[in-house]
């Protein structure tokens, strides 16, 4: 039987670019569901292609005119950073008849080096969207998200993270999937973006990353503990933020938070991966030990950032912390406003927990509307003017409002 069909929050934008421009592409990390989302909503109209098809990939990249002869648009080409000769060609085609719109529906699993060719050859031409895996707010209703509340719950959730096959399947064995998607990402897209020699190495840089995840990252001690060079975990880096498995927190400063920490921070973008990378397999496990509270932080940045891209935008997510010790986990930026979010592993909810926040509105008072301590507490308490303690779960109810989180 089919698996049943998920409506995605991006699907309104995507429709809209349909409409506006000639192609369109996706991109975001294997198995967060492009290629699913545009068959869903395209594929009565458009022809699909894989380039993971070797022969049709053979073709694209021989003869780029034979293939567009043999599947004219409109197409959906999955996969284009194997076959990127296809790019200039699609420009020909769609400068040849620039009225018609959503010719071409693309997709792509290695972010920055295709943005960078597509950007070449389709500029003007392409809208660029990002999909990463199930948010919270895809997998539950409404209603359905009040289980959240419930902590076992909240655990069993994150243990799995929000690829759809692992998301949406029962009783799927979650260290044997996550074991197969490293194999395949490490043979595939790493190899591709990276000339790799020894992707062991590249392994055991993961699970240390998976380990300092949430804080603030030193690359020269990184590089020390791996025993290679700086310039190769930088490397590393780019590769992960490429492939849209990380995202790199920057320190936030408007010229008045004076001699603000300057490191940026990383997260999983994936809670299920950074479980598995981390050797977390049970719900007993989780919310235990020195790093258990960045875990319920990946949940909180994950949610904010799918809800970014779900809307067409480039998630504007920074962290601030003042050589005083002052310090936020999320300064989020959005509609002209600044929403700080500080997030607490905790069910039981005190005025020191909010320090952070109290120190930022004042600073930034003219800007920030509300801030959120975002927590596992059950309902929703009102600490100071301008901030609110909120349980995880009505935090991602309120970024289903319209209006955001800005309200």
């Not at 950032?305 to 986990?329: C, M």
Request: contains cysteine; proline residues 4%.
């Amino acid at each position: 039987m089919a698996e049943k069909y998920v409506t995605r929050d991006i699907e309104g934008v995507l429709r809209q670019a349909a409409k506006q421009f000639p192609s369109v592409i996706i991109t975001g990390p294997r198995q967060s569901g492009k290629t699913t989302i545009l068959k869903h909503l395209f594929s009565k109209n458009h022809k699909y292609v894989s380039m993971d098809n070797p022969d049709l990939r053979l073709m694209a990249i021989r003869e780029p005119a034979l293939f567009f002869e043999n599947f004219p648009p409109p197409i959906i080409i999955d996969e284009i950073q194997y076959a990127p000769q296809l790019l200039s060609y699609i420009k020909i085609i769609i400068d040849k008849n620039r009225r018609a719109k959503g010719q071409f529906f693309l997709t792509g699993s290695q972010i920055f080096p295709l943005m960078a060719k597509a950007g070449e050859s389709l500029a003007g031409r392409i809208a660029v969207f990002t999909l990463l895996p199930l948010s919270f707010k895809e997998q539950f209703t409404r209603h359905a998200l009040r289980s959240l509340r419930n902590i076992e719950e909240l655990k069993n959730r994150i243990l799995i993270g929000g690829f759809p096959e692992p998301a949406l399947a029962h009783k799927l064995n979650l260290e044997i999937w996550f074991a197969s998607y490293l194999q395949t990402y490490l043979e595939r897209d790493v190899r591709q973006l990276r000339q790799i020699g020894d992707l062991g190495d590249f392994q055991r840089f993961l699970q240390l990353l998976a380990a300092f995840n949430g804080q603030a990252v030193n690359l020269s001690s990184l590089s020390r503990d791996l025993g290679v060079a700086v310039n190769t975990v930088k490397a590393w880096f780019s590769v992960l933020e490429a492939s849209g498995q990380i995202i790199s927190i920057k320190p936030f400063y408007l010229n008045k938070g004076k001699r603000i920490i300057k490191s940026q921070k990383i997260y999983f973008l994936d809670t299920g991966l950074l479980c598995y990378l981390s050797g977390i397999s049970s719900e007993k496990q989780l919310f235990k030990g020195p790093l258990s509270g960045q875990m319920l932080e990946t949940a909180v940045v994950g949610e904010v950032a799918k809800n970014f891209y779900n809307q067409g935008k480039i998630p504007r997510i920074f962290w601030w912390r003042t050589s005083h010790g002052d310090e936020v986990d999320f300064i989020i930026e959005d509609k002209g406003k600044i929403i700080p979010v500080e997030v607490k592993l905790s069910a039981k909810i005190n005025s020191d927990m909010a320090k952070g926040l109290v120190s930022f509105c004042k600073l930034f008072h003219d800007k920030v509307n509300k801030a959120f301590l975002v927590n596992l507490a059950k309902e929703k308490i009102v600490m100071k003017k301008r901030i609110i303690a909120i349980p995880f779960a009505g935090f991602i109810e309120q970024l289903r409002n319209p209006k955001g989180l800005i309200f």
